[in-house]
């Protein structure tokens, strides 16, 4: 086997040494295989926020798979502090307020929602819940700051980690909308 010296040995060298830094660059944006976002070292699945946001757009407008990521990513920390405060809302009490919007649609009937979906659920009424408590000016800075507390990593494939933890759409240049019309 012949050693390869001089530039030949340098070029190598820049292309080993930049798809290695490539791959530990690619495996720091993703966490964890197979995960949208990891929230304080727990993953949240690709598949969960895709089960949610399949379950939940007929019965939502607007219900995108960066909305349901961004609360899901939010949802055990705003439950744990709506239970705190005493307006906690259980699995059980999620998924009988989905079933009744989905009866109330016929062309969804009432149907069983998975874990994802009850927990998007549990959030929007827990954070309903908060803004309607007397006290709620005092307490939803405190919750504001708990948010901010996590430790979150977001897939690049659902977007950017912004100010207030919330998530931006990736922007993909090459990808082109089709025009209107």
């Known amino acids: 086997m012949q050693r390869r010296t001089g530039r030949q040995g340098r070029v190598r060298a820049l292309v080993v040494g930049g798809a290695l830094i490539a791959v530990i660059a690619l495996a720091g944006c993703s966490g964890q295989p197979g995960a949208a976002a990891v929230v304080d070292g727990t993953a949240i ?35 744990a502090f709506a239970a705190e405060k005493g307006v906690g809302v259980n699995d059980q009490q999620a998924a009988d307020a989905l079933s009744d919007i989905g009866t109330k649609l016929p062309a969804v009937g009432k149907r069983t929602y998975s874990a994802p979906s009850i927990a998007v659920e549990r959030y929007l009424m827990a954070t ?45 240049p090459w990808l082109v909308a089709p025009a209107a019309g």
């Open 45 to 79: 699945s690709v598949a969960d926020v895709q089960t949610a946001t399949t379950e939940l757009a007929p019965l939502y407008q607007g219900v995108t798979p960066t909305a349901v990521l961004q609360v899901l990513i939010h949802e055990r920390t705003v439950a």
């Open 128 to 172: 309903t819940a908060l803004q309607g408590l007397t006290t709620a000016d005092a307490v939803l800075p405190e919750l504001q700051t708990r948010l901010a507390a996590q430790k979150i990593e977001v897939s690049p494939r659902f977007g950017t980690l912004g100010a207030g933890a919330t998530i931006t759409d990736t922007v993909h």
